[in-house]
């Protein structure tokens, strides 16, 4: 399997309930990126760990609560969530943090619906 | 405060030329990439400009011009897989990826 996986793809959850997202790459990459994708909106960066340190937080509400376990995998904890954390949640890896002309090589994303 | 513009949607003829447009004004500049999104699907990698000028791979062209803070993104003999949406992104002096809101492209028979 190569480049970047997500799982679930499709996600509902209640206001009250604990979900996580998962991400794994499979591209070697250092560094492992968390946005947010909502409709007609640009791309909201969440998240960075590069070789595993956090080295970004967006100012993300402490519902949404990231875990780089390893260069290949990253999580995202998701607790008492809005109606407005509706979107399109994308995982990303790139070869370094903030390097250059480095793409970024994204996930399908997970849809994620709160009710 | 940072700022990408793209058009929101574009309509084309397959077969045909398209040019979406991109402008921004960033914190300093350490280049521009396009990315194309298929609904349902993963942003893909299309290309990345830091020196002014064309940078051209098969169907798919982009341009940049630093002193206008401009670029764009050259679409020819159309398909009707081309239908996607395009993201602009700038990287900005502290290699921060400032995202516009990406054009929607129809593609019409």
């Known amino acids: 399997e190569t480049g970047v996986t997500q799982t679930p793809r499709h996600l509902v959850m209640g206001m009250t309930n604990k979900k996580s997202l998962k991400c794994e790459q499979h591209?070697?990459?250092?560094?492992m990126y968390w946005y947010k994708q909502s409709a007609k909106k640009p791309l909201e960066l969440m998240f960075v760990?590069?070789?595993?340190?956090?080295?970004e937080n967006n100012s993300v509400p402490s519902r949404f609560s990231p875990e780089c376990p390893n260069s290949s995998h990253l999580f995202l904890h998701l607790h008492t969530l809005q109606p407005e954390d509706s979107a399109l949640y994308l995982c990303?890896?790139?070869?370094?943090?903030?390097?250059?002309?480095?793409?970024?090589?994204f996930g399908n994303g997970t849809r994620l619906t709160v009710t | 405060g940072q700022n990408i513009d793209q058009p929101t949607e574009m309509t084309a003829t397959e077969g045909a030329i398209v040019q979406i447009n991109c402008t921004y004004q960033?914190?300093?500049?350490?280049?521009l990439f396009w990315y194309q999104q298929h609904a349902g699907e993963a942003p893909t990698f299309l290309s990345y400009?830091?020196l002014d000028g064309l940078e051209e791979k098969g169907r798919f062209s982009s341009f940049l011009s630093r002193s206008k803070g401009y670029s764009y993104l050259l679409l020819k003999e159309l398909q009707m897989k081309d239908s996607a949406s395009y993201l602009c992104?700038?990287?900005?002096?502290?290699?921060?990826?400032?995202w516009g809101a990406g054009t929607k492209l129809i593609i019409k028979p």
């Open positions: 990303a890896s790139s070869q370094e943090a903030g390097g250059g002309g480095s793409p970024l090589h």
């Open positions: 591209l070697g990459h250092n560094a």
């Open positions: 760990y590069s070789l595993e340190e956090r080295v």
């Open positions: 960033t914190s300093g500049f350490n280049g």
């Open positions: 400009n830091v």
């Open positions: 992104a700038c990287m900005d002096s502290n290699y921060q990826l400032i």
